[in-house]
């Protein structure tokens, strides 16, 4: 796994000196150097696919640092002293080749739904006959269908750390933010370049990795909101699509950063339009242990109902009742108490890492 990710870059025919920060779609290439200009090597020589469209960033870099710390804020069992001593790597700004699908579902489903019902039942000895509320499961079906847009990675190589390559893999497309093609977008003149990656590899293969299933969870999903509070089994979907595009080539942004806390790595993503993120944390095994004892305390009180056994056993039936009563109340006072414990050692914690981050400010 790679733990940077790699530029484009070009050396320059004239001065020699690297290129870093131009659009591997753009014909030609200038050096910010010498400001000579010459053909672009990954046009020339790879004949790299032209993106249809490109979602432009949304966010800055001081959005993805406030995002950053704001998770580590919230998120429990992460150390209170974790602003002191993070140190982050470079932030990477990046726009990564993606394939766009398009196009509409269909779903038909059937399953069995729970429903209540009177019966009259006879006792045992077959003397009298009550009436009793019982569980029924009845067949149903129905079909659903709707629009599906999703971007898929379009990109095989080894240049992005796997933690982006996860994340980027499947991801909802907004059309809001997405614009026509124009490398001027793209921002390479700007004193925070992003990296650009072009596509390597092609629809039908990212589709037949990502797509079928992505519809069809989809599909399956919308069925079950219409059984939305309803008892069911046996669920059975049969679903199909039609495809309005297969696959456009779009550029998507993203914001990725590595950071270190105690010698150990960890990551942060968020993408351009700062919408989704995903990161990995230290953790502080005290707190943790501080949560685990107080979870154990609750199991032991929980499984005390047994000793009830011993005293109808050792005394009588009346000592054993008493007992469960006890037990009882005591199981519920016992759990409020060690979850407001726990409630109130997290609060404190993420009161801890809130001052400590606005002294970043």
Known sequence: MSNTLELQQVICPSCKQCITSFSPFAAEVEC????????????????????????????????????????????????????????????????????LYEGRYQSSWSCKVAYETNELQASSDGTRVKNKTVKRFAPQSGTSQGNFAFLCLAYE?????????????????????????????LGLDSGNSPMTMAMDTDTDLVWNKYGDSLVNELAISSAKQQLSGEEIKDFHASNSYDMKHNGRYV???????????????????????GENTAMSTPIDPEEVAFVQGKE?????????????????WLLNFGWGIGYLAVWFIAKLIVGKVMDKQIANRLAESREIRRQEAEKLR
Request: proline residues 9%.
């Open 32 to 99: 910010p150097y010498c400001h000579n200009k010459a053909f672009n090597p990954l046009i020339t020589a790879k004949m790299v696919p032209v993106p249809e469209r490109l979602i432009v960033f949304k966010t800055q870099e001081s959005d993805f640092e406030q995002s950053m710390i704001n998770n580590l804020v919230d998120a429990d069992y992460v150390p209170k002293d974790i602003f002191q001593i993070i140190n982050p790597d470079n932030v990477i700004k990046a726009y990564l080749p993606m394939f």
């Open 157 to 185: 190589g080894q240049d992005i750390p796997e933690e982006l390559r996860n994340f980027s893999s499947q991801f909802p497309y907004n059309v809001m933010a997405s614009k026509e093609y124009d490398p001027a977008l």
């Open 251 to 273: 550029l998507a942004p993203f914001w990725f950063v590595y950071y270190t806390y105690n010698n150990e790595k960890h990551y942060f993503i968020m993408d351009g339009l």
């Open 296 to 312: 154990r305390i609750k199991t032991i009180v929980k499984w005390l109902w047994p000793l009830a056994i011993l005293f109808i």
